[in-house]
């Protein structure tokens, strides 16, 4: 099973070394990283099933607090890269939802052995739980696919990444800046072409249940 794997390295020798493994394995690398922001960039624009991530990586934010972002906002599986073995980087680690842990240097078997987990268990679940979000549309996070009823509805990226942030939150409001640092990474943006946004999402989905808060952003209404 072909896998779709963001590496999370700072040291280009052992990014080159994980990058050349998972593609001799026919896996595809869909990016190379040495941070979370830059992580989360790559996240949102391609499909991802697995992160290899270093605990220390440049940036504000760790490893371990990168990871859990992505799993939690992309269902992604995580192997996490460490040089330590200490019992701290140990407990740190604990709180994140990780099959594995290599301790550099690895060998090249103990990483494919991981993978092959990975696309295991990936293979054994026939059919990703869909959230239903009223009675005609729903919504599977693993991939990230809109459903109007059991037809897949296509969306560009910022679409998707619009959805995404809705379903995410689960009915609270989502303001409009954080639409906007989500979608044109926090860029000046007109009101006019975020409405814009809506607006063909709106053309495209009719009875979709998202709602405008005026003067706040908006959220999805419960379901029916």
Same mark, same amino acid.
């Given at each position: ?104 240097? !690895? &060998?090249?078997?103990?990483? /494919?052995?991981?993978?092959? $987990?990975?696309?295991? %268990? ?76 809506? !607006? &063909?999402?709106?053309?495209? /989905?009719?009875?979709?249940? $998202?709602?405008?808060? %005026? ?10």
């Amino acid at each position: 099973m072909k896998m779709s794997v963001l590496i999370i390295e700072d040291d280009s020798i052992v990014a080159m070394h994980i990058r050349e493994t998972v593609q001799g394995h026919n896996h595809q690398v869909v990016g190379v990283v040495k941070s979370a922001e830059s992580a989360f960039r790559v996240a949102r624009e391609k499909a991802v099933d697995i992160v290899i991530s270093d605990i220390n990586i440049e940036g504000e934010m760790d490893g371990i607090s990168c990871c859990k972002v992505l799993q939690e906002s992309y269902h992604v599986s995580v192997i996490l890269v460490s040089a330590y073995n200490d019992m701290a980087t140990l407990q740190n680690a604990s709180s994140l939802d990780f099959t594995g842990y290599l301790i550099k240097p !690895f &060998r090249e078997d103990e990483l /494919l052995t991981l993978l092959d $987990l990975i696309a295991l %268990r990936e293979k054994r679940k026939e059919h990703p739980r869909r959230k239903k979000l009223n009675k005609v549309f729903s919504y599977c996070p693993k991939h990230q696919t809109l459903y109007k009823e059991d037809q897949v509805v296509e969306l560009s990226q910022k679409e998707k990444t619009f959805l995404e942030a809705l379903i995410r939150a689960n009915g609270a409001i989502v303001s409009y800046q954080y639409f906007i640092d989500m979608i044109w990474d926090g860029e000046e943006v007109s009101d006019v072409a975020r409405r814009q946004l809506v !607006f &063909r999402l709106k053309q495209k /989905l009719p009875g979709f249940p $998202l709602k405008l808060v %005026r003067g706040v952003g908006y959220k999805l209404e419960k379901s029916l």
